[in-house]
Every structure is written in structure tokens, then in C-alpha cells.
T-cell receptor
Framework: GAGVSQSPSNKVTEKGKDVELRCDPI?????LYWYRQSLGQGLEFLIY????????KSGLPSDRFSAERTGGSVSTLTIQRTQQEDSAVYLC??????????????FGEGSWLTVV | QQPVQSPQAVILREGEDAVINCSSS?????VHWYRQKHGEAPVFLMI?????EQKGHEKISASFNEKKQQSSLYLTASQLSYSGTYFC????????????FGTGTRLTIIP
């Protein structure tokens, strides 16, 4: 597609439920990133994919968070047993080959998650 | 490890200039600048690479002092459309492959 596409754009869930957030990167981009942005805060790195593998998962806050990427394209971020502190905007981004080659990353519009 | 941005917030009148700074305590390979408007995705502005290469926006300039691990973004003759929160993202090493973003600088331009 023309840009990074994320769904759902908004999600309200009850505490304790599981949620899945989907990201469809720009076609041909091998690198994919998930970031989290709490209200009025900066961008917190969660995980980085190169192809289908995740060489850097260091930002995942707890074992309730997991992510996968299939076919070198679509990625899903799963949050199990959601807590109120998980409420945030979850931003997906993609890059042609990764920032190490001076490539920029392009962000999606984000998935706004509210846990009540 | 998170870069520090200054100022945290600034209010300018249309036409005035602004400088936004980004500092790291670690050596950097590259600095990326983004602008985010409320409720929207961050939008790429500029990349500065170790060695002096720059890629970016025609109307925005920036510097990267490798020795001081600092970058500055220069906004001249500001327009109302420049309003938003500016983030720097830093990459420590070639191949680090992720950006660590600063705390953000909120810029408000008033007529």
C-alpha cells in the first residue's frame, strides 16, 4: 500500500481481555517497528522486525506483550490480560531496510487502545 | 540512553525563528527528526548521519555535532503549519537498527 496501515484505529477493551493490533507496512519494506506513545509522552520502542525475525525485542514491557510477523509483511502485536496502564497509542512503522543504512522510518496513524 | 530535548516547549509568533536541541550521553551514528501534530502520526523531517551526510526537508535545516553528541533543528521564518511536537530519534551504532526517541519539544506558532 501507499503508507503504513494499522487496525483497528481505536479499541476500547475491558481490563483482563486480550487484544490484537495489526500493522500492514509499506510494500517492499523489510524492517518493521512497534512503538508505544502514552498520552503526552514520547515514543517508546517495543520491538523491531527484519523480515520475519525479531532481532530486538528489548522494549516489550512484560511477557503479556508479544508480536509476530508473517510473510515478511503483516505484523500483529498481541497484549494479553490487558491492564489500564496499557492504554496508549500503539504506532507501527516500516523502513526499506532498516535505519542503519540511513533509511527513514514511516509511521502509521496508530491504534488508540483504551483499557477500562 | 533516551536523548534529551530542549526546550520542552516554545511559543513563537509567525515569522520568528526557533532552535530545538537534542543531546545524547552516548556516541551517535545518526539523528532523525520528526514532527507530530496532535492525533496524527509522526512525519519525517530529516536524517543526519555521522560523517556529515544529510537527507531531508528543503525548508528545514539541522546540524549534527558528533563530538558533542548533539543535534539541533533550525526552523526559520516559522509558519503556522510548523506547530506540533518535534521528536529526535537517535541511533547509536550502524546496524543498531532502531531509533530511541527523545522526550519531545512542543512548538506552538501564533499569528
Amino acid at each position: 500500500g501507499a503508507g503504513v496501515s494499522q487496525s483497528p484505529s481505536n479499541k476500547v477493551t475491558e481490563k483482563g481481555k486480550d487484544v490484537e493490533l495489526r500493522c500492514d507496512p509499506i510494500s517492499g519494506h523489510t524492517a518493521l517497528y512497534w512503538y508505544r506513545q502514552s498520552l503526552g509522552q514520547g515514543l517508546e520502542f517495543l520491538i523491531y522486525f527484519q523480515g520475519n525475525s525479531a532481532p530486538d525485542k528489548s522494549g516489550l514491557p512484560s511477557d503479556r506483550f508479544s508480536a509476530e510477523r508473517t510473510g515478511g509483511s503483516v505484523s500483529t502485536l498481541t497484549i494479553q490480560r490487558t491492564q489500564q496502564e496499557d492504554s496508549a497509542v500503539y504506532l507501527c512503522a516500516s523502513s526499506l531496510r532498516g535505519t542503519g543504512l540511513g533509511n527513514t522510518i514511516y509511521f502509521g496513524e496508530g491504534s488508540w487502545l483504551t483499557v477500562v | 540512553q533516551q536523548p534529551v530535548q530542549s526546550p520542552q516547549a516554545v511559543i513563537l509568533r509567525e515569522g520568528e525563528d526557533a532552535v530545538i536541541n537534542c543531546s545524547s550521553s552516548k556516541a551517535l551514528y545518526s539523528v532523525h527528526w520528526y514532527r507530530q501534530k496532535h492525533g496524527e502520526a509522526p512525519v519525517f523531517l530529516m536524517i543526519l548521519l555521522k560523517g556529515g551526510e544529510q537527507k531531508g526537508h528543503e525548508k528545514i535545516s539541522a546540524s549534527f555535532n558528533e563530538k558533542k553528541q548533539q543535534s539541533s533543528l533550525y526552523l526559520t521564518a516559522s509558519q503556522l503549519s510548523y506547530s506540533g511536537t518535534y521528536f529526535c530519534g537517535t541511533e547509536r551504532n550502524f546496524g543498531n537498527e532502531k531509533l530511541t526517541f527523545g522526550t519531545g519539544t512542543r512548538l506552538t506558532i501564533i499569528p
